[in-house]
Nanobody
């Protein structure tokens, strides 16, 4: 099975930056597509960003485009989410996900999820 562990969350002031990491382990994890989702209190989980394993194409939610960057280091089996120009609206628990099928990952139905890391942006 695949295991995902997020880290890097914390408290930051609006306008600041934060970098989240997702360390993955498993037999075939190096070939899995990876993505980030987030969930604020009393709100539905929403898509944030994703990266395709094969061609490294990236996808972003309109709300974070231009501010967030997803990347991965295949040698370390780790995905990252660089968050810049943070807004209070970005406050949420951020979850890392992985799946062999991109469409499944993109729609929030990934087979593997991390435990989540809290990101709080203060005004």
């Amino acid at each position: 099975q695949v295991q995902l562990v997020e880290s890097g969350g914390g408290l930051v002031q609006a306008g600041g930056s934060l970098r989240l990491s997702c360390a993955a382990s498993g037999r075939t994890v190096s070939r899995y597509h990876m993505g980030w989702f987030r969930q604020a209190p009393d709100k539905e989980r929403e898509f944030v960003a994703a990266i395709v394993w094969s061609n490294r194409n990236t996808y972003y939610a309109d709300s974070v485009k231009g501010r967030f960057t997803i990347s991965r280091d295949d040698a370390k089996n780790t995905a990252y989410l660089q968050m810049n120009s943070l807004k209070t609206e970005d406050t949420a628990v951020y979850y890392c996900s992985a799946d062999a099928i991109f469409g499944t990952l993109r729609t929030g139905q990934a087979g593997y999820w991390g435990q989540g890391t809290q990101v709080t942006v203060s005004s």
